[in-house]
Nanobody, 117 residues
Framework: QVQLVESGGGLVQPGESLRLSCATS????????TAWYRQAPGKQRELVAF???????NYGDSVKGRFTISRDNAKNTLYLQMSSLKPEDTAVYYC???????????WGQGAQVTVSS
């Protein structure tokens, strides 16, 4: 029903920056909740950041101050700007969306981010 396509993953060195994009098939301005999650090998999937329809944002403690979630309503795209990247940020990053409170979750295929020297 809702298609999410991530892009922008890759290999970067510690301290560098990277921006992930998530193109949505639904007008992003009308989506109740959009978020980025990540999952590293051997670890559970964790919430990185989310942004509500009204524009309120929240971040996981491990990325607070380094990552920024935003959206471009004209392009129907969600972004995750990642700065001061650390090796422990290495994971597959997933875009997530819910159309309303309590509705089903929609997921992208994931984008690999590797931080290594």
């Amino acid at each position: 029903q809702v298609q999410l396509v991530e892009s922008g993953g890759g290999l970067v060195q510690p301290g560098e920056s990277l921006r992930l994009s998530c193109a949505t098939s639904t007008a992003i301005a009308s989506i109740y909740f959009t978020a980025w999650y990540r999952q590293a090998p051997g670890k559970q999937r964790e919430l990185v950041a989310f942004i509500t329809r009204g524009g309120s944002t929240n971040y996981g403690d491990s990325v607070k101050g380094r990552f920024t979630i935003s959206r471009d309503n004209a392009k129907n795209t969600l972004y995750l700007q990642m700065s001061s990247l650390k090796p422990e940020d290495t994971a597959v990053y997933y875009c997530n969306a819910r159309l309303s409170s309590g509705s089903a979750n929609y997921w992208g295929q994931g984008a690999q981010v590797t931080v290594s020297s």
